[in-house]
């Protein structure tokens, strides 16, 4: 198998790259991937000569396809800082396996932002592979400190977090994502205990999200853009990006996503094509064999940053660079996205905070979720595809795409699919979460949700959910085994909730989160992470000598039970012919029976 390995990777690969420490190797590329178009953008003249003595590490390699790796990067960052007092690192997080997980914030206010103005905050490297915003992060604030671009600072505050998921771009290597083009040597996608953080924005299992979390309320941030690089279909765009809300879709943060929509994105767009990029939205194609068959939104889900954004009310982009680019072309691309959001942050900073204040303001009696693909196309797009031809390939034995690398000449047409809600859930007044879950409490806490915590017991009259027919998924995901419920039903009780409990109130900006994650039947609920495993364990039995008798006795005293039971055995052969389970039917109705036997512990306040 050793052997194996090392001959496909000389067949395909080549001689791998020299250590990170050498950035000037030459550059190598993964020759069954399928061509590159050809580019040479105006943003090339952001790119600083190998003599230069603030030159990045991206910039130093002859074709401009590495990255440095964390002590590096971190080094120069600490060079940076020590040069200029626009620059200063802050820590704030340690991963699991120790290293410091740390921002790089560009201001000219000193360690006390100024408040009234606005704050950009770019975030790479949730998935390490997909490392473009830290290489053209070094370069802006670069410029900023060194070169005379300073002035992008008299009127916005920039934070980079240049490598969020530390321990996952050190396991590095050149068979981390087949899929992508650069750079040659690239990080892991999860972590080092094996979760993908960018499904944590809700559930906050894991330090690196607890750590961003608290980092966006201490600053918060107007615009929180997330870099990625995105897999699946070839197209002529190498900069897409996207938010809840784009096109008049449903958004929770309504008023951010038009100001988004009609004031961002017609400035962005201009901005990269002015400097040769191909800008696009964020979409993905629904059949990777059939390009033609549509596009789709990828859906909303808060687990994501944009649908996490739309849900806290904090405007949120999230960038898919595409990844068959070159991975110079896609850096300066992201150069150009950071650089024109601080001067339209500069510009229009203040009409973006009215439209996010009056979203926070928002209150809605129901909330839609659990979104899922509409079958129903919601437009036709213009596209620009790449051409491509199939094939009957011996390895699969169907046929397989081949993209050629050439644009189409043809303006796709193409079947755009939206996202649709299937569930509503009604927005009570409170929840009352009980003492007993204090991993729950500090999940909420984290969020910086608003709560009352009991100094001393409370009987409430609260409305508990008993759940039907719950499921639990065939296999884990993200370190949990995820659990749903589609009926509950509705159970009115005065429940004692002790010392150290919290009453958790909607009436708060974040209030739409707190009905997501508390209301099971919510597909990015803590139960449907599986957080609420013990409810699931019904406690105590009873034996057939015991319960028959006794059920006899019950349907001698109760003709409607009796006929309740003959209507269940007619009905149902298989339960008729199931001893068990009809001594079980019986048992279900005495008071013996587990009373909490998957009542949802958390209480609504109506």
């Not at 050809?38 to 003599?51: E, H, K, P, V």
């Not at 626009?86 to 340690?94: A, N, P, S, V």
């Not at 802006?140 to 671009?149: E, H, M, T």
């Not at 966006?216 to 996207?242: A, S, W």
Request: hydrophobic share 40%.
């Amino acid at each position: 198998m050793r052997a194996l390995c090392t001959a496909v990777a000389l067949l395909f690969l080549g001689t791998p790259a020299m250590s990170q420490t050498v950035p000037n190797t030459p550059a190598w590329d993964q020759p069954f991937l399928p061509p590159a178009p050809a580019w040479d953008g105006a943003s090339r003249s952001l790119l600083r000569d190998a003599s230069d003595p603030w030159v990045t590490a991206f910039e130093l390699d002859a074709d401009h396809d590495f990255s440095p790796n964390y002590v590096d990067t971190r080094a120069w960052f600490d060079r940076l800082d020590a040069a200029s007092n626009l620059i200063r690192i802050e820590q704030f997080g340690t991963s699991p396996e120790g290293r410091p997980i740390y921002a790089v914030i560009a201001s000219k206010d000193g360690t006390a932002l100024d408040p009234s103005k606005p704050v950009l905050m770019i975030q790479a490297g949730i998935h390490p592979g997909e490392i473009d915003g830290k290489d053209a992060g070094m370069m802006l604030l670069r410029d900023i400190a060194v070169y005379g671009k300073d002035t992008l600072l008299d009127r916005v505050n920039l934070i980079l977090i240049p490598i969020l998921s530390v321990d996952g771009h050190e396991r590095a290597s050149a068979y981390s994502r087949p899929n992508q083009r650069g750079p040659r040597i690239q990080g892991w996608r999860n972590t080092a205990t094996n979760q993908n953080l960018n499904r944590d924005y809700l559930k906050l299992d894991q330090p690196e999200m607890r750590a961003v979390r608290g980092l966006i309320l201490k600053y918060r941030p107007d615009l929180y853009v997330d870099v990625h690089v995105t897999d699946g279909m070839d197209y002529q765009y190498d900069v897409t990006y996207g938010f809840n809300g784009e096109d008049g879709a449903f958004s929770r943060s309504p008023a951010a996503s038009a100001w988004l929509d009609t004031t961002f994105k017609p400035a962005m767009n201009a901005a990269l094509s002015g400097q040769g990029h191909i800008p696009g939205e964020l979409v993905f194609g629904i059949d990777d064999q059939d390009p033609r068959k549509g596009l789709s939104d990828g859906g909303l889900g808060e687990r994501f940053s944009n649908g996490w954004g739309a849900a806290a009310h904090v405007p949120t982009i999230l960038i898919e660079n595409h990844s068959l680019k070159p991975y110079e072309q896609r850096v300066l691309g992201t150069y150009v996205f950071i650089e024109r959001s601080l001067t339209l942050l500069a510009e229009q900073g203040t009409e973006l905070r009215a439209a996010t204040e009056a979203d926070r303001a928002l209150r809605p009696a129901e909330i839609p979720t659990n979104f899922e693909p509409d079958p129903t196309p919601a437009s036709t797009r213009d596209f620009l595809g790449i051409r491509y031809e199939t094939y009957d390939s011996p390895a699969s034995g169907r046929r397989e795409i081949r993209w050629l690398g050439h644009a189409d000449p043809e303006t796709w047409k193409l079947p755009f699919y939206g996202s649709r809600p299937t569930l509503s859930l009604k927005r009570p007044t409170a929840y009352w979460v009980p003492a007993t879950r204090p991993d729950i409490i500090e999940r909420l806490r984290l969020h910086g949700i608003t709560m009352e915590t009991l100094d001393a017991p409370r009987t409430p009259s609260v409305s508990m959910l008993r759940l039907v027919d719950p499921t639990l998924a065939p296999r884990p995901n993200e370190g949990h085994v995820q659990a749903s419920v589609k009926t509950v039903e509705v159970e009115r009780r005065d429940w004692t909730y002790p010392l150290g409990s919290v009453r958790v109130p909607t009436d708060q900006p974040l209030g739409d989160i707190v009905v997501l994650l508390l209301e099971p039947q919510s597909s990015e609920s803590f139960f449907a992470w599986g957080l609420f495993p013990e409810i699931l364990n019904r406690v105590e039995y009873i034996e057939g000598y015991a319960i028959a008798p006794l059920a006899e006795a019950m349907m001698a005293a109760d003709p409607a039970l009796k006929a309740e039971f003959e209507a269940k055995l007619a009905a149902d052969p298989a339960f008729a012919a199931d001893g068990d389970a009809r001594l079980g039917w019986f048992y279900e109705r005495t008071p013996f029976y587990d009373d909490r036997y998957r009542l949802y512990p958390v209480g609504r306040e109506d």
